[in-house]
């Protein structure tokens, strides 16, 4: 048994915790492969860094440093996925492993050229997760497609978390953020009043994946999964 | 009015007829406005050379003839379709005298973005402030006087549903209409430094003298939000204003760090919602009837429980509706010129005249009694905002089909007649969607193909398994379309529709959609059913068609079961699915035919003509919406499936029955 990085630890338990529910010690210790105990102590080293909030006999929820730090990592995992998948045509069951092994070693550069010379993927081949926004300051891919030639220090970085309103629950609300995909889909997005800035509420989601449906500027819009994945709001000044 | 303004055209105008054209976004009751204001009095066609649809009427106003053009419901002059490039080419080269922009007063907001879109266009503008009722019950209260000194342009609150306010609506058009000078007066305007740079553009357009038929302001803001239309438009007259339209572009996007179309549709909406925010008023927000029933359209159980009744209760009124009006004219009308039945002996121009007859007679008796009702419902269902609920419910399924929930529109149309359900798949975005959405509705069983289900199925082996037909139906659709979906390349586009509120149906409406989809029925399958009928009824009584079903029996007798004679009736279903049954009936003279086929022949046999070909009317459709090769490759595709699944099901039958 390998000992887990931080990393790990913020990868799983950002994916268990689904809406910011708390995320119990025995399902890490089940998802990582490691012993209880070891994951309390190792908790507890999380919390006192900042990464997770945590309550013994409860569970723990990750900060919104932890939630960076965690978003970060899946998104170089999932655009490892892509590559590996897409590009060099590796075999499914194959680029998870690979994928793991290396997102600890690409750096912020390589992970935003990538994300680039991968024509801004939303989804990972294997299993279709969401790739999170990356936090440069962009609302739409294309001004990252005219900015490229500048470097990562003259375009800044973006402060807040960005989740997509996939992941939301109904009644949650946010501030479009980031728009990613093509001309043609953004453009509809903003003239349904999708500016970014705007604020949305989610008002309901179909069952079995189907569209999110959310309220902007007093009207109500279905997305279908596809676009709704795209759409990216910043939730951390709740209303 | 006070009569003579400076300008000759306006005054040559209050003597001439005036032009109204109505434009705003879908769902706001611009349609309802139209059928109220020019009553029965309506055109309904196409627009030149498109396939956007294009109502005009005509309205008498105190002596003053106006015709009235109903543009298509759109949000934006973005270019995504034709429906968009149809209206601003509209309201730019052919000048209405004035523009009613309807206006949803629930969702102010949303609505002013088009309405500055239109105050960009320097349309003579009249805003119809329509559905207050429902605003009001939602607990949203709007100043008018405040909204038309924020707009600079009249605004008259209407319930068009009602008639409510259409006096004094037609009455402030008219006086704008005349008074034409209060064109272009106002302005709306973005932040200084997207300003500086419209001024710029706009300088290098008029100078440039480009003779375009838009305005130069408003040619310069689409050049900045990159218009590819308009670019197209500018570059074959001027390369120099295109770069410098990018340069300028860029710079607003290098201080905005957005694109710079994104900064004009932020800016519109800012400005769009201080304009709202300033003159609406919105008390606590009600929990009104309509967000009930929707909580229970769109409930994980219910939801599903709900559309299944929708669709299930639609096919049950068509059924009873369908039958009943269909005995009712075959007994009092058809029935008392010529008897039914397909004629197949005798002099051939007996036979040519009964099958002219029997394609009249079976479009009047068979086809619209069930497919006037069917559509009558449905559009019923979907103006009062059920069948968005459905979609909105089914969007996930449809996308395993390359599809999504909009698509279900043109699908259940199918379940009616192939005709007007492909011609319905233009509200799909791509050429790939209207491809699979059209390759679905042929194997939608039609109201022809329904008759042949009950006809062998039902009235033999019992209606439930007729139904069981249904299923296995709708089960063809869905592993067809998957393989289709993978069989044609191309990504899917997603769903962006708006769920806007449940409301009571409008009849005229309601009346005129049915119409326009029914239509194409009476030009299009009346024809070629008369003709089609006249002409397989000729070549079977010359003995034509036989030596074809001979050639044809390795199929229909080895693969699936079938009589040597049923590659006969087959070829008869080409031109009427129904052929299929009546010909037997014909053919074999009797209608009892289960003295001539076994209860598995007549299921196989209904099964494979519910699948095996698109009817020629269908397919006729097809090449003219897709091309021959198109609606060729569909029709082998027909003809595989309904050999493998027939073969299949005749063997699996055998089992059981």
């Not at chain 1, 994946?209 to 819009?221: D, Q, T």
């Not at chain 2, 007996?350 to 007859?357: L, T």
């Not at chain 2, 249904?470 to 769920?499: H, N, Q, W």
């Not at chain 2, 099964?607 to 919406?625: G, R």
Request: proline share 4%; aromatic share 8%; glycine share 8%.
């Amino acid at each position: 048994m390998t000992p887990k990085s931080t990393a790990d630890y913020l990868k799983v338990i950002g994916a268990l915790s689904k809406n910011g529910d708390l995320v119990g010690t025995t399902e890490i210790s089940h998802k990582l492969d490691v012993a209880p105990a070891s994951v309390t102590e190792m908790l507890k080293k999380l919390a006192e860094d900042g990464y997770v909030n945590y309550s013994p006999y409860q569970g723990s929820t990750l900060t919104e440093k932890g939630l960076q730090e965690a978003q970060k990592i899946m998104r170089k995992h999932r655009l490892l996925e892509t590559f590996l998948f897409n590009k060099l045509k590796i075999g499914k069951d194959k680029v998870h492993e690979e994928a793991c092994e290396m997102e600890h070693a690409l750096s912020d550069e390589a992970e935003e050229s990538l994300c680039r010379f991968l024509n801004h993927p939303d989804k990972c081949p294997d299993d279709g997760k969401i790739i999170p926004a990356c936090n440069l300051p962009f609302a739409t891919c294309e001004e990252c497609i005219q900015m490229h030639n500048k470097g990562l220090e003259q375009v800044g970085q973006r402060e807040a978390n960005l989740v997509s309103i996939c992941t939301l629950k109904v009644g949650a609300c946010g501030k479009v953020s980031f728009i990613r995909g093509e001309h043609r889909v953004l453009q509809r997005l903003l003239d349904i009043g999708l500016t970014p800035g705007t604020s949305i509420k989610v008002e309901k989601i179909a069952p079995l994946k189907g569209p999110v449906e959310v309220c902007v500027r007093g009207s109500k819009v279905a997305l279908g999964q596809d676009i709704a994945a795209n759409v990216f709001v910043d939730c951390t000044q709740k209303t | 009015m006070s009569g003579h303004s400076s300008s000759t055209s306006s005054s040559k105008k209050t003597q001439k007829n005036i032009t109204i054209a109505l434009a705003g976004n879908a769902n706001v009751g611009k349609s309802v406005l139209f059928n109220q204001l020019t009553g029965s009095s309506q055109i309904i066609g196409n627009w030149p050379g498109k396939t956007v649809e294009k109502a005009e009427g005509t309205l008498n106003f105190e002596g003053q003839q106006i015709t009235i053009i109903d543009l298509p419901g759109i949000y934006s002059f973005s270019t995504f379709g034709m429906e968009e490039i149809v209206s601003r080419e509209y309201i730019a080269t052919e000048n209405p005298d004035v523009v009613i922009n309807v206006v949803d007063a629930a969702v102010l907001e949303r609505n002013l973005f088009f309405t500055l879109q239109l105050i960009e266009m320097g349309a003579p503008l009249v805003i119809c402030l329509n559905q207050v009722d429902i605003a009001k019950n939602k607990g949203i209260v709007i100043d008018t006087k405040k909204l038309g000194q924020a707009l600079g342009v009249p605004v008259v609150p209407t319930v068009a549903i009602r008639g409510e306010g259409m006096y004094e609506l037609t009455k402030t058009a008219l006086s704008v209409a005349r008074n034409a000078s209060s064109n272009g007066k106002t302005h709306v305007r973005y932040g200084a430094e997207i300003e500086e740079r419209i001024a710029k553009l706009d300088q290098a357009i008029q100078t440039g003298n480009l003779r375009l038929t838009y305005p130069s302001r408003w040619v310069a803001i689409k050049l900045l939000e990159n218009d590819p239309e308009i670019k197209k438009l500018v570059a074959s007259k001027s390369e120099d204003v295109i770069k410098m339209s990018e340069a300028l572009a860029a710079e607003i996007s290098s201080i905005h760090k957005e694109p710079c179309f994104a900064v004009i549709a932020s800016e519109r909406y800012f400005l769009a919602n201080k304009i709202a925010g300033e003159s609406q008023r919105q008390s606590e927000i009600r929990t009104t009837f309509s967000d009930k029933l929707d909580w229970i359209a769109t409930h994980r159980v219910y939801g599903y429980l709900m559309s299944a009744a929708v669709v299930g209760g639609l096919l049950l009124w068509t059924f009873f509706v369908g039958n009943f009006l269909s005995k009712l004219i075959s007994t009092y009308v058809t029935s008392r010129v010529q008897p039914l039945d397909p004629k197949v002996s005798g002099s051939i121009l007996a036979i040519v005249w009964n099958g002219i007859w029997g394609g009249v007679d079976a479009g009047i008796t068979l086809i619209v009694p069930f497919v006037i009702p069917f559509y009558l419902l449905l559009a019923m269902i979907e103006d009062s905002g059920l069948l968005t609920r459905v979609a909105f419910m089914m969007d996930s399924a449809m996308h395993k089909i390359g599809l999504h929930g909009k698509a279900l529109i043109p699908i259940i149309l199918g379940y009616g007649c192939g005709v007007p359900a492909i011609a319905s798949c233009k509200i799909m975005e791509t050429r790939r969607e209207r491809l699979l959405a059209s390759f679905a509705i042929t194997f939608a069983p039609c109201a022809a193909r329904t008759i042949v289900i009950f006809g062998m199925v039902g009235l033999f082996l019992g209606v439930q398994w007729a139904l069981a037909l249904y299923v296995v139906d709708v089960a063809i659709i869905f592993v067809m379309g998957r393989i289709a979906m993978k069989a044609v390349p191309g990504k899917s586009t997603g769903l962006i529709m708006e769920m806007h509120s449940f409301k009571v149906p409008s009849f005229s409406v309601v009346r005129k959609q049915t119409w326009i989809r029914t239509k194409s029925i009476f030009y299009f399958v009346f024809p070629i059913y008369m003709l089609g009928s006249a002409l397989v009824q000729v070549l079977f009584a010359l003995n034509l068609l036989a030596p074809i079903g001979n050639v044809m029996s390795p199929l229909t007798v080895t693969v699936l079961g079938l009589p040597v004679i049923t590659g006969i009736l087959l070829i008869f279903g080409v031109v009427r699915k129904e052929l299929v049954l009546l010909g037997a009936v014909a053919i074999f003279g009797t209608a009892n035919l289960a003295l001539f086929m076994t209860p598995v022949q007549l299921t196989t046999l209904a099964l494979v003509s519910l699948i095996y070909f698109p009817c020629i009317s269908v397919f006729t459709i097809l090449a003219k919406e897709f091309g021959w090769k198109a609606a060729t490759t569909i029709s082998v595709a027909n003809i595989i499936s309904a050999i493998l699944i027939g073969g299949l099901a005749f063997r699996l039958l055998t089992l059981f029955l």
